[in-house]
Every structure is written in C-alpha cells, then in structure tokens.
C-alpha cells in the first residue's frame, strides 16, 4: 500500500514479557517518528529518526524502551519487560523532510499493546 | 514551555453548527501550527495548518484563526456535519532539521444529527 504500515494493529502480552511493533513508512520519506497515545489522552512523542543521523530518543519513557531503523526505512519498537502502564496505541508516521517545508506528517493506523 | 494546551475535552455540536476549538502555546519559537483530525481506529491525519504570518486561514468550511500577541489559535468547523465527528488535535513545531510536533491533549468532537 501507499500508506504507513504498523504491525500487528492488535497485541496483548503478559506483563513482564517483550515485545516488538513494525513500523513500513511511506517509500522514499526520510523522517519516521514513534507517538504513544493513551486512551483519552493526547500524543506523547517516543522517539524521531532522520535519515542517517543520530535518532532524537529524548521521549523515550524508561530504558525498556528502544527502537531502531534500518536501511532507513522500517523501524521497529522493542519494549522490554512489559508493565501495564504500557497500555496504549502506539502509531507510527514518517513525513518527508523538504527546506522550509511543512513535513507534514502521514501516521499508520496504530498497534494496539494491551498488557494484562 | 513546549506545552500546548487545548480545550474543550469534549464538545457536542448540532448539525450545522459552528465547532469551536482553542489551543494555547508559551514557546514563541513555534513557527508551524497544524491541526490533525483523526477517526476511530485510525491514525491522526493533516487537516489544516498555518503559519504565523497570517492570522486566518480557511479550507472549505474548516478555519485556523492565529493571535501572535496572546499565543493562541483555534480551529472553527462552519455547518458541522455528523462526519466531522473525530478527535482534534492541535500542534505547534518549530522550523529546524527536526521537525517534532508538540500536540495538545485532543478534543471528541461530536456532531449530532
């Protein structure tokens, strides 16, 4: 497809457990970001790739939480030892980065971690 | 100071009202100012956006009104339609190599028939 893929849309784990969210931008955008959104609240800003450059992880909520982009494209979101607090949608967007441009940015539809 | 505060939580408008939406921002180094829409169960999508070099931008029935002075701009929906019924979300950005949007906590936005 021509969107912003995330997999899988739906996941429940125990907690304690580890898990692994796919992010597939859009072909050709260079920017990927990681928003975490929990039920009824805003989104709340994980971590930022672009290009080749170092990722911006200054929203990263604790060292269980890491994520890497390869080949400059897919990324994945690793959260380790799963807590309940990581309850929440986790939506994926990439945009691609113009001079003085809007970087508007184009999210997937989301994973849905529920941690019981 | 990279909080952007937006109200109401919630609103409920009849059909062919006017949907009123405000945010507030303290960092005046933002210079991008868009809002996102977003459906259940899908991802926040652009809905409009200014600059602060203008104090109004329209799209159809969909209106950014910007104040430079007090910090403030708000989205105005004209004629709202049962299918505008979403979740709202301001954010303000600043222009730089990174572009990360701030985003305000969401409005539900309920349009009843």
């Known amino acids: 497809g021509a969107g912003v893929s995330q997999s899988p849309s739906n996941k429940v784990t125990e907690k304690g457990k580890d898990v692994e969210l796919r992010c597939d931008p859009i072909?050709?955008?260079?920017?990927l970001y990681w928003y975490r959104q929990s039920l009824g609240q805003g989104l709340e800003f994980l971590i930022y790739f672009q290009g080749n450059s170092a990722p911006d992880k200054s929203g990263l909520p604790s060292d269980r939480f890491s994520a890497e982009r390869t080949g400059g494209s897919v990324s994945t979101l690793t959260i380790q030892r799963t807590q309940q607090e990581d309850s929440a949608v986790y939506l994926c967007?990439?945009?691609?980065?113009?001079?003085?441009?809007?970087?508007?940015?184009?999210f997937g539809e989301g994973s849905r971690l529920t941690v019981l | 100071q990279q909080q952007v505060k937006q109200s109401p939580q919630s609103l409920i408008v009849q059909k062919g009202g006017i949907s009123i939406i405000n945010c507030a921002y303290e960092n005046t180094a933002f210079d991008y100012f868009p809002w996102y829409q977003q459906f259940p169960g899908k991802g926040p999508a652009l809905l409009i956006a200014?600059?602060?070099?203008?104090s109004e931008k329209k799209e159809g029935r969909f209106t950014i009104s910007f104040n430079k002075s007090a910090k403030q701009f708000s989205l105005h929906i004209m004629d709202s339609q049962p299918g505008d019924s979403a979740t709202y979300f301001c954010?303000?950005?600043?222009?730089?190599?990174?572009?990360?949007?701030?985003f305000g906590s969401g409005t539900q936005l309920t349009v009843l028939p």
């Open positions: 072909s050709g955008h260079t920017a």
């Open positions: 200014i600059r602060p070099d203008v």
């Open positions: 967007a990439s945009s691609l980065m113009r001079t003085g441009g809007t970087g508007e940015l184009f």
């Open positions: 954010a303000a950005s600043t222009s730089g190599s990174a572009r990360q949007l701030t």
